[in-house]
């Protein structure tokens, strides 16, 4: 018997029990342990205390960011900044909730004191079953230290007074898959003017396949 079928068959048996003498309770007792395979003192438990509805309570300690108002507000930051991760959002809550209130209007003051005082961590818990349905992009990009090594990077705050130093980035043209052949963006930018180039590659490759063979059939590289 499944514990669905347990239950409704206690909630039938508690009402006659209740309602029975002291013979007919033990008869309805034995009948109970016999159905439902239940110890004799954990069947006389059950059919002694209150009939509840049978759900389990939730343990820890209830949420107070899942209300109506708090996730309207959130959700609304989030996707405006672009869906960024939970750290750099929590830093950005205070700068973007000026503008919310001048955009949709004035928020409680209970929800934004909840917004002020959310933490990465829980910004996590509470937007994970949003980052289901906002998925974002394929990354083409593998992670290496060769770059890194044979090239000057700067990852820290750009403070710079002169034009040439210079943002790169790639995006894949590749739909849902990075198999076969697509476009990769290449787009550059000067830190100090703000100059940017953009340029479309079919390959992240030096040098493409076809050039490679052709440099192999060449007469020279028969010799």
């Not at 499944?2 to 068959?9: F, P, S, T």
């Not at 917004?115 to 990354?139: E, F, H, I, N, W």
């Not at 992240?204 to 060449?218: E, Y």
Request: positive net charge; proline residues 4%; hydrophobic residues 35%.
């Amino acid at each position: 018997m499944e514990r669905k079928e347990r239950r409704a068959y206690l909630e039938a048996v508690w009402r006659r029990y209740k309602a029975s003498d002291r013979l007919a309770k033990k008869q309805i007792l034995d009948e109970f342990c016999a159905v439902c395979k239940y110890n004799r003192k954990y069947a006389i438990g059950l059919l002694n205390k209150p009939l509840t509805s049978g759900k389990t309570a939730t343990r820890g300690r209830k949420s107070i960011y899942n209300t109506p108002q708090v996730l309207t507000v959130l959700h609304r930051i989030w996707k405006t900044a672009d869906f960024m991760c939970s750290s750099r959002l929590k830093a950005a809550i205070p700068l973007w909730l000026p503008c919310y209130e001048q955009e949709y209007g004035q928020i409680e003051a209970e929800t934004k004191r909840f917004m002020l005082s959310v933490s990465a961590a829980t910004l996590d818990r509470t937007l994970r079953p949003m980052r289901a349905r906002y998925r974002k992009g394929l990354c083409g990009t593998k992670p290496g230290t060769l770059l890194r090594e044979q090239i000057p990077i700067r990852t820290g705050f750009w403070d710079v007074e002169r034009p040439g130093f210079m943002e790169a980035d790639t995006v894949a043209h590749c739909g849902n898959s990075l198999d076969g052949n697509f476009v990769w963006s290449l787009t550059m930018t000067d830190i100090f003017t703000g100059w940017t180039e953009c340029r479309a590659v079919q390959k992240k490759r030096q040098r493409s396949r076809r050039a490679k063979k052709l440099d192999a059939s060449a007469p020279s590289a028969r010799l």
